[in-house]
T-cell receptor
Framework: DQQVKQNSPSLSVQEGRISILNCDYT??????FLWYKKYPAEGPTFLIS?????DKNEDGRFTVFLNKSAKHLSLHIVPSQPGDSAVYFC???????????FGEGTQLTVNP | NAGVTQTPKFQVLKTGQSMTLQCAQD?????MSWYRQDPGMGLRLIHY???????DQGEVPNGYNVSRSTTEDFPLRLLSAAPSQTSVYFC????????????FGSGTRLTVV
């Protein structure tokens, strides 16, 4: 069963607007969540993370929100730039994080 | 500062052949993992290691073996390749828990015919 789900395979936004990428999880033991960005023919790169003791974490243009009761997290990118066009994966871990479980990924396209 | 190096970048195998995907990191990272990426399925964990001499299975370990004799190297062995193992394989490492962010290699694209 897919414990981490990204229900939107793709998202298209205009440059300068907000991009919102969503992720849902089913395992209530997950206590740490991460977002990765992946360009074609490259490995994923770590973007931002959040612990379950927080509900928000910011890093520049990127903000991750966590709603534990809904088992939902989202990544906001403001303002979106064409260089943000990539596949975004959310990931989760439990019990101190020796293994990460990834979602299916969302292809973000930012149009100039 | 090479980071995580995966070789080869591309490989075509015939069904039943065996091969080893190499992964090496020069960052003295304790945690290392192998993932496969398939369309619509994201990244799925094959095997992982929390230090030299310690390995464990992930979500999809069947058909793969690993060993971790040194901190630097974490090879992935395909025992008898099958078309279902056609995928892009990524190796990743982190100094501490992966919660602090994995560093991924650039991947190996494997085709089994």
């Amino acid at each position: 069963d897919q414990q981490v789900k990204q229900n939107s395979p793709s998202l298209s936004v205009q440059e300068g607007r907000i991009s919102i990428l969503n992720c849902d999880y089913t395992n209530s033991m997950f206590d740490y969540f991460l977002w990765y960005k992946k360009y074609p023919a490259e490995g994923p790169t770590f973007l931002i993370s959040i612990s379950s003791i927080k509900d928000k974490n910011e890093d520049g243009r990127f903000t991750v929100f966590l709603n534990k009761s809904a088992k939902h997290l989202s990544l906001h990118i403001v303002p979106s730039q064409p260089g943000d066009s990539a596949v975004y994966f959310c990931a989760a871990s439990a019990f101190g994080g020796s293994r990460l479980t990834f979602g299916e990924g969302t292809q973000l396209t930012v149009n100039p | 500062n090479a980071g995580v190096t995966q070789t080869p970048k591309f490989q075509v195998l015939k069904t039943g052949q065996s091969m080893t995907l190499q992964c090496a990191q020069d960052m003295n990272h304790e945690y290392m993992s192998w993932y496969r990426q398939d369309p619509g399925m994201g990244l799925r964990l094959i095997h992982y290691s929390v230090g030299a001499g310690i390995t464990d299975q992930g979500e999809v370990p069947n058909g793969y073996n690993v060993s971790r004799s040194t901190t630097e190297d974490f090879p992935l062995r395909l025992l008898s390749a099958a078309p279902s193992q056609t995928s892009v394989y990524f190796c990743a490492s982190s100094y501490d828990s992966p919660n602090y962010g994995y560093t991924f290699g650039s991947g190996t694209r494997l085709t089994v015919v």
